[in-house]
């Protein structure tokens, strides 16, 4: 495939993701309740995300790239704006984005739609449980909901995602790219999808590889799967 028909497939795949995330989003505000109920759940996972991690999160190597996945992959933040940013950008970024960079967006979108997806199944399963939800709880509604083949694709996704990102931080020219962008986007209009992008190239560039990093991530979010699908006691945080 030429680097032409390469970038066009990548844009397809990013405008599909979009569109789902922005319908699984619309389709939750269209009830306030179940809305409340989605921030209520989000903010739960993403708690326990900071005991399981809590470790990398006091890293100074490690903590910026941790606080950018939980926050900004998986926390409870209200994403529209960036979605119809990036939908409105999409044709701009696939004539001046290189191939990798435009992946690497196209797999964060992606993940996020699969996590709205997933979310929302959770949300529906545990009903009323959402206020005292416990890991027991959770695991109980993960069992309930199935759908084992979709978290082990958004663990991998994780991962996919965390080593584009290392691997554009060895890319000298993406940086300063980005810094020419700021203002340019700003004034567009583009305001955050760009601090986004930027938040995530500074975290994975401050580790200086990123391998460690994912590898602890991912290991841990496999294990936690494997107990919550065997109905075994989830891991203890790491002392």
Do not use: C, N
Request: no cysteine.
């Amino acid at each position: 495939m030429t680097d032409r028909g390469a970038k066009h497939a990548i844009g397809e795949r990013l405008q599909a993701a979009l569109r789902q995330a922005a319908a699984l989003r619309l389709d939750a505000q269209r009830d306030p309740a179940r809305q409340q109920a989605w921030f209520a759940f989000r903010a739960w996972q993403s708690r326990r995300l900071a005991r399981t991690h809590a470790d990398l999160l006091a890293s100074e190597r490690h903590g910026p790239a941790a606080a950018f996945f939980l926050a900004d992959l998986y926390g409870p933040k209200e994403l529209s704006k960036r979605d119809a940013e990036i939908a409105r950008i999409v044709p701009i970024m696939v004539r001046m984005l290189p191939p990798a960079a435009l992946e690497t967006l196209a797999d964060a979108v992606e993940m996020d739609a699969l996590s709205e997806s997933l979310d929302a199944a959770m949300v529906e399963s545990l009903g009323g449980r959402i206020s005292g939800l416990t890991d027991e709880t959770y695991a109980e509604a993960w069992r309930a909901v199935g759908r084992r083949e979709d978290r082990e694709r958004q663990i991998a996704l994780t991962r996919h995602l965390g080593e584009a990102l290392d691997r554009l931080t060895r890319q000298p020219l993406i940086r300063g790219a980005l810094r020419v962008m700021r203002g340019p986007a700003h004034l567009a209009g583009f305001g955050e999808l760009q601090d986004f992008l930027e938040r995530g190239f500074d975290a994975f560039r401050h580790m200086r590889g990123a391998e460690e990093f994912l590898d602890r991530i991912v290991g841990r979010e496999r294990e936690f799967m494997e107990a919550m699908f065997a109905a075994r006691p989830v891991p203890a945080a790491p002392a």
